[in-house]
């Protein structure tokens, strides 16, 4: 097989874009489960939010693209751009539905229980209207600029996701001219609700909206005239950069120039307040060049992104999950010295439930040791006030051969990346980007040590990203070895994407875009082989996302030769599972939970061998042909149980947060029986974080 759709009937696939909105349902259900704290379930409706966000920036602007193209060719589940469009309008609309009802009649009321209000401004009392006046003169009114819309002041351009209003107005102004309408766009650099005084909310926490104090007083902006009314509005752009191969002669300048347009691309989605009326939405959608169901009304903030914060301003921890302490693995406790204890051994890092910390410790500790010589690291994503960072720019200085493989198009990480390459560049490191047209995805870092006369090298291999905050947030592993030919395999990639030339044999780490798919598809079909000579055939895969037709078609094949399949896919899923004849061997589900599922394990039972492999790659057609990734083996038969014990199985029982996914598409939440949750995030907790405190 190779790469692209297998003669397969469109019947065999589900709709990608479909996939993400059932994800994001999964999501909302966590905002209405009671067993999460309140604080919490306010979050889950806020990353609700910034999905959507990307969804329409990413996938959405691509849909629409595809119609503006006329592009007939089908996706793989058949249907065309403009029935998968209006599916997606269908169902991202009722998503957003009750994501609203739910904050107007459950989260905010049960905040209001506890003494967290958002006060709307028909209820403010004298002292509180004073006070929000006296805020809105004081920081607001001095940096705002109204726009009143007439011949020489036309429609403006308006940031991607900024908030905005609509002021609709009657009069003449000083120069005798009228306008119907004017625009006023909300700073930026406001917060998007402000906690009052205690003495003036009458509540321990009490918060107004920003959008509240500019309607209460946007007239101050209009003198003489009348305003007859105030609507909130914002708009969601195409923000998928591209950079044109044959123009490019250096990717950085040419990212730089392409990010000051991000804000400022074709427009796919406008959310406006519910009490907006027809003629103005309908004026907003000229506007933008958008149809009727582009249009979202909501009953509530246009951005609940912003509401995030809430929870780092409220001091209650019993309305939020329990802190914990990330454990330590003991050979990491016994020694110091990172590589001493690597040397002993092979150590595996299980995060959030262990900390990230031993990745800087070791990265700090070659920068400052003499014996480093070189150190090689690729940056995806990372904070951008991150200490491994640092600790390159300090390696750099200290004289050390640095060389960082930075990916210049992580999308909405690329101004960051610039950034911290122009930095790495400033003290002496090798900065490369890569190879355009192929994202450099794998996470490795590669440390070169003279030791007793001779080079050793020592190496760290993730599924996630060097990314110390997220690394509290995200479930991932990462590996540390000596191990000379897995750090062979890691510097022939390194040296693949600083130099030129073909790729050399690696010994074995699978390699995309030139060796994962094929082998994932060997390991696949060398399960059903073995099912069909009557053994036990056992497949169990963890990743994010699976989209790839072949891999799909492949562990059809495998399904029907026997092999017992199960797929543990936190995101998108367009392989249908439990059909007769298809798929009858595969169960697909969905953990949802406090931290977001990142892992990517992937385990053939292979006639009792068990192969295990973790990696940076998810099953998707990106990840195999157009970028750089690495699956690596583990091989110590200890440390393979481990990761099955902790990565695989909990997840394969969890009746808590887990979601089974039906043939259609469509996900059921598991129940428990007997009243015995088994909640796989909780146990891992318990059996990492809690004991390595002990």
Same mark, same amino acid.
């Given at each position: 097989?190779?790469?692209?759709?297998?003669a397969?009937? +469109?019947? /065999?696939?589900l709709?990608?874009?479909?996939?993400?909105?059932?994800?994001?349902?999964?999501?909302?259900?966590?905002?209405?489960?009671?067993?999460?704290?309140?604080?919490?379930?306010?979050?889950?409706?806020?990353?609700?939010? %910034?999905?959507?966000?990307?969804?329409?920036?990413?996938r959405?602007?691509?849909?629409?693209e595809?119609?503006?193209m006329?592009?007939?060719?089908?996706?793989?589940?058949?249907?065309?751009?403009? *029935?998968?469009?209006?599916?997606?309008?269908?169902?991202?609309?009722?998503?957003?539905?009750?994501q609203?009802?739910?904050?107007?009649?459950?989260?905010?009321?049960?905040l209001?229980?506890?003494?967290?209000?958002?006060?709307?401004?028909?209820?403010?009392?004298?002292?509180q209207?004073?006070?929000?006046?006296?805020?809105?003169?004081?920081?607001? @009114?001095?940096?705002?600029?109204?726009?009143?819309?007439?011949s020489?002041?036309?429609?403006?351009?308006l940031?991607?996701?900024?908030?905005?209003?609509?002021?609709?107005?009657?009069?003449? !102004?000083?120069? $005798?001219? #009228?306008? $119907?309408?004017?625009?006023?766009?909300?700073?930026?650099?406001?917060?998007?609700?402000?906690? /009052?005084?205690?003495?003036?909310?009458g509540?321990?926490?009490?918060?107004v909206?920003?959008?509240?104090?500019?309607?209460?007083?946007?007239?101050?902006?209009?003198?003489?005239?009348?305003?007859?009314?105030?609507?909130?509005?914002?708009?969601?752009?195409?923000?998928?950069?591209s950079?044109d191969d044959?123009?490019?002669?250096?990717?950085?300048?040419a990212l730089?120039?392409?990010?000051?347009?991000?804000?400022?691309? !074709?427009?796919?989605?406008?959310?406006?307040?519910?009490?907006?009326?027809?003629?103005?939405?309908d004026?907003?959608?000229?506007?933008?060049?958008?149809?009727?169901?582009?249009?979202?009304?909501? !009953?509530?903030p246009?951005?609940?992104?912003?509401?995030?914060?809430?929870?780092?301003?409220?001091?209650?921890?019993?309305?939020?999950?329990?802190?914990?302490m990330?454990?330590?693995p003991k050979?990491?406790?016994?020694?110091?010295?990172?590589?001493?204890a690597?040397?002993?051994?092979?150590?595996?890092?299980?995060?959030?439930?262990?900390?990230?910390?031993?990745?800087? !410790?070791?990265?700090?500790?070659?920068?400052?040791?003499?014996?480093?010589?070189?150190?090689?690291?690729?940056?995806y994503?990372?904070s *951008?006030?991150?200490?491994?960072?640092?600790?390159?720019?300090?390696?750099?200085?200290?004289?050390?051969?640095? +060389?960082?493989v930075v990916?210049?198009?992580?999308?909405?990480?690329?101004?960051?990346?610039?950034?911290?390459?122009?930095?790495l560049?400033?003290?002496?490191?090798?900065?490369v980007?890569?190879?355009?047209?192929?994202?450099?995805?794998?996470?490795?870092?590669?440390?070169?040590?003279?030791?007793? $006369?001779?080079?050793?090298?020592?190496?760290?291999?993730? +599924? $996630?990203?060097?990314?110390?905050?997220?690394?509290?947030?995200?479930?991932?592993?990462?590996?540390? *070895?000596?191990?000379? #030919?897995k750090?062979a395999?890691?510097?022939?990639?390194?040296?693949?994407l600083?130099?030129?030339?073909n790729?050399?044999?690696l010994?074995?780490?699978?390699? %995309?875009?030139?060796? @994962?798919?094929?082998?994932?598809?060997?390991a696949?079909?060398?399960?059903?082989?073995?099912?069909?000579?009557?053994?036990?055939a056992?497949?169990?895969?963890? @990743?994010?996302?699976?989209?790839?037709?072949?891999?799909?078609?492949?562990?059809?094949?495998?399904?029907?030769?026997?092999? +017992?399949?199960?797929?543990?896919?936190?995101?998108?899923?367009?392989?249908r599972p439990?059909?007769?004849?298809?798929?009858?061997?595969?169960?697909?589900?969905?953990?949802?939970g406090?931290?977001?599922?990142?892992?990517?394990?992937?385990?053939?039972?292979n006639?009792?061998?068990?192969?295990?492999?973790?990696?940076?790659?998810?099953?998707?057609?990106?990840?195999?042909?157009?970028?750089?990734?690495?699956?690596f083996?583990?091989?110590?038969?200890n440390?393979?149980?481990?990761?099955i014990?902790?990565?695989?199985?909990?997840y394969?029982?969890?009746?808590?947060?887990?979601?089974? @996914?039906?043939?259609d598409g469509?996900?059921?939440r598991?129940? *428990?029986?007997?009243?015995?949750?088994?909640?796989?995030?909780?146990?891992?907790?318990?059996?990492l974080?809690?004991k390595?405190?002990?």
């Amino acid at each position: 097989m190779t790469a692209g759709n297998p003669a397969a009937p +469109t019947e /065999l696939f589900l709709n990608r874009e479909l996939g993400l909105l059932e994800f994001n349902r999964r999501v909302l259900a966590q905002a209405e489960d009671s067993d999460n704290p309140l604080l919490e379930r306010l979050k889950f409706l806020c990353i609700v939010s %910034s999905n959507l966000d990307e969804f329409f920036e990413v996938r959405v602007a691509w849909v629409k693209e595809n119609i503006r193209m006329n592009n007939a060719r089908p996706a793989p589940d058949g249907l065309s751009a403009q *029935s998968a469009f209006q599916r997606i309008a269908h169902d991202t609309h009722q998503i957003v539905e009750r994501q609203y009802k739910i904050l107007r009649e459950v989260v905010l009321p049960a905040l209001e229980q506890e003494g967290i209000v958002f006060l709307r401004r028909t209820i403010w009392n004298e002292a509180q209207r004073a006070w929000v006046r006296d805020y809105f003169f004081r920081e607001l @009114m001095p940096v705002l600029t109204p726009i009143g819309l007439d011949s020489a002041h036309p429609f403006p351009r308006l940031l991607n996701k900024s908030l905005n209003f609509a002021i609709e107005l009657e009069g003449r !102004d000083a120069f $005798g001219r #009228e306008s $119907g309408i004017a625009i006023v766009q909300a700073p930026r650099i406001f917060p998007r609700f402000i906690r /009052l005084p205690d003495e003036i909310s009458g509540h321990p926490y009490g918060f107004v909206f920003l959008s509240s104090i500019l309607h209460a007083h946007v007239d101050e902006l209009f003198p003489g005239m009348t305003m007859k009314g105030c609507y909130q509005f914002r708009v969601t752009r195409d923000s998928d950069l591209s950079v044109d191969d044959e123009d490019v002669k250096d990717l950085r300048a040419a990212l730089q120039g392409e990010l000051s347009e991000r804000q400022f691309g !074709d427009a796919v989605r406008l959310e406006v307040a519910d009490n907006c009326p027809r003629h103005i939405s309908d004026f907003l959608l000229e506007q933008f060049g958008m149809e009727s169901d582009d249009l979202y009304r909501v !009953d509530g903030p246009v951005n609940l992104v912003r509401l995030m914060n809430v929870p780092d301003q409220v001091d209650r921890p019993d309305l939020k999950f329990a802190p914990f302490m990330p454990g330590t693995p003991k050979e990491l406790r016994k020694h110091s010295d990172m590589f001493a204890a690597i040397r002993h051994g092979d150590i595996v890092l299980h995060h959030p439930f262990q900390s990230f910390t031993p990745v800087i !410790d070791l990265l700090q500790q070659a920068a400052r040791d003499p014996h480093v010589v070189a150190v090689k690291m690729t940056v995806y994503r990372t904070s *951008s006030d991150s200490a491994l960072m640092e600790a390159l720019i300090e390696a750099a200085r200290a004289g050390k051969e640095v +060389t960082a493989v930075v990916e210049l198009m992580a999308r909405f990480d690329e101004e960051a990346n610039i950034n911290w390459a122009a930095k790495l560049e400033r003290v002496g490191a090798h900065v490369v980007y890569g190879v355009y047209g192929y994202k450099t995805h794998a996470k490795m870092l590669l440390i070169v040590r003279r030791e007793e $006369g001779r080079l050793k090298r020592y190496c760290h291999l993730g +599924t $996630g990203n060097y990314h110390p905050r997220t690394a509290k947030l995200y479930t991932d592993f990462g590996l540390f *070895s000596c191990n000379e #030919e897995k750090c062979a395999d890691v510097n022939n990639i390194f040296m693949q994407l600083t130099g030129m030339g073909n790729p050399g044999q690696l010994k074995h780490l699978w390699q %995309s875009p030139f060796t @994962m798919h094929s082998s994932m598809v060997a390991a696949i079909q060398r399960e059903a082989a073995i099912a069909r000579a009557g053994r036990r055939a056992v497949i169990i895969a963890k @990743m994010n996302s699976l989209l790839e037709p072949v891999i799909i078609q492949t562990l059809y094949d495998a399904s029907n030769a026997g092999v +017992t399949i199960h797929l543990i896919v936190r995101g998108v899923c367009t392989l249908r599972p439990g059909i007769p004849g298809l798929s009858e061997n595969i169960r697909v589900r969905s953990i949802i939970g406090r931290f977001l599922e990142h892992t990517r394990v992937f385990y053939f039972f292979n006639d009792g061998a068990e192969d295990l492999y973790l990696g940076s790659a998810d099953w998707m057609g990106r990840n195999f042909f157009r970028r750089v990734e690495v699956a690596f083996p583990i091989f110590d038969r200890n440390t393979k149980r481990r990761i099955i014990r902790e990565g695989l199985r909990p997840y394969l029982v969890d009746n808590a947060q887990a979601w089974e @996914m039906q043939p259609d598409g469509r996900y059921k939440r598991k129940q *428990s029986r007997n009243g015995k949750p088994r909640h796989a995030q909780a146990m891992l907790l318990s059996e990492l974080a809690a004991k390595e405190r002990d």
